[in-house]
């Protein structure tokens, strides 16, 4: 098992990377609990909820939530759920919320953690290769029929227990989303690692590479969220690609791309803009074959119109005042802020997507 230490404003947590670690949680929580609640979904539910159970001794209660699978449980009426099975299961401030799932339940649990009793322990075990990015940082929502993530805070996990055995069952898109963060990761920080992954092909993936890879990322996403926690500065550089990404999921209606493809998407645009501005030498060109080599559904794009597109990204919660900033790359581990005037997006967005198209 490896462990990372993330530091938080409020506490220092660990994140315990290791595999078949789904039953020792009770192990290897520091502190004793009388009362848990596992919030899972139902898909994560019949696959490992019953090993996480058995791990606890019978000396504590384990109580059990499950939620529909999909991004639709982020809601009020979940969230309203949950706190309802809090209180009949009379979990006080000494009590634990264990989020066993994707992002989607890291977030959805770790906000009803955050606000019931103005917020007790909860621990993140994420069980995507995306929820890498999600179980740490400290950010939970819900989201609200006018946008996503609308409603939340910022509220750090005790602990991240990650099972690598666990990823075993994803399909190959959970695979793609999980690997669109991490590639993000990737750019951000170092030009080898870089280099590594995106010679990988996605379906070949070995147990002990995802693990080494998983680290490095959440290393990255933890440099940038302990100098700014509340994304007043460097935060915002872990939103590369998500401008566009976002709008493109809510274009095609969620669900129909997962995150991490329609983020990965957004990097290849925000690599070729880069590339204009700065003349710099990132590798475009093996982005591009990773994206193509792994099929991440670009032909999906056909179906959206440029306009819609920057209308949505100006909806954006990060736009300010209509002006759209974009995260950029001087060079792989160099982002900065850009903001974009509408003509030049209009351009540039049209010539990606007549260059996406020629790859479909
Ligand atoms: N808080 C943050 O900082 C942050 C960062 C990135 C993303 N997010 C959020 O994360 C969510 C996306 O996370 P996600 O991609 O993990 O989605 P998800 O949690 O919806 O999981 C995707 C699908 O995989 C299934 N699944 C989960 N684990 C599985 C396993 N081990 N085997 C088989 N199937 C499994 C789920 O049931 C679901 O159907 C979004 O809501 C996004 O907003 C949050
Ligand atoms: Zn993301």
Redesign the pocket.
């Known amino acids: 098992m490896s462990s990372l230490l993330i530091q938080s404003s409020t506490h220092d947590y660990e994140v315990a990377i290791g595999s078949g670690i789904r039953g020792r949680v009770e192990e290897i929580l520091d502190k004793d609990y009388q009362k848990v609640l596992i919030i899972t979904?139902?898909?994560?539910a019949d696959?490992?909820l019953q090993q996480v159970i058995e791990g606890f001794s019978p000396k504590g209660q384990v109580g059990t939530a499950v939620v529909p699978?999909?991004?639709a449980s982020?809601s009020m009426e979940q969230y309203q759920y949950l706190l309802d099975v809090c209180v009949e299961e009379r979990l006080d401030r000494k009590s634990l919320i264990i989020a066993l799932?994707?992002?989607?339940?890291?977030?959805l649990a770790?906000f009803a953690a955050s606000t019931y009793l103005r917020g007790i322990d909860f621990v993140q075990m994420?069980?995507?290769?995306?929820?890498h990015?999600?179980?740490?940082?400290?950010?939970?929502?819900i989201?609200h029929p006018q946008g996503?993530?609308l409603i939340g805070s910022f509220y750090n996990p005790v602990h991240v227990i990650y099972d690598m055995e666990?990823?075993?069952?994803?399909?190959p898109a959970?695979v793609r989303?999980?690997y669109g963060?991490v590639v993000k990761h990737g750019l951000l920080s170092d030009p080898k690692w870089l280099d590594e992954l995106l010679q990988q092909d996605l379906t070949q993936l070995s147990k002990d590479q995802i693990a080494k890879d998983l680290a490095k990322g959440i290393r990255v996403k933890a440099n940038l969220v302990e100098q700014d926690e509340r994304e007043a500065g460097v935060r915002k550089y872990l939103n590369l690609g998500h401008t566009l990404a976002h709008s493109i999921e809510a274009e095609l209606g969620y669900g129909d791309i997962?995150?991490?493809e329609a983020v990965a998407i957004g990097i290849w645009f925000a690599l070729k803009l880069s590339k204009k501005k700065f003349q710099t030498d990132l590798p475009v060109k093996d982005y591009v074959n990773w994206i193509i080599r792994n099929h991440f559904p670009v032909d999906k794009l056909n179906k959206l119109d440029c306009n819609s597109l920057i209308n949505r990204m100006k909806r954006d919660k990060k736009t300010v005042h209509e002006v759209i900033n974009y995260v950029l790359l001087t060079d792989t581990g160099f982002p900065c802020i850009e903001p974009l005037q509408d003509e030049e997006l209009l351009q540039e967005l049209n010539d990606f997507l007549k260059e996406v198209r020629r790859h479909d």
């Open positions: 979904d139902s898909q994560v696959l490992y699978a999909g991004e982020k799932g994707g992002g989607m339940i890291g977030d770790g994420p069980t995507t290769i995306l929820a990015d999600s179980s740490v940082g400290g950010k939970v929502a989201n996503k993530n666990t990823l075993s069952s994803l399909s959970e989303s999980g963060e997962t995150h991490g």
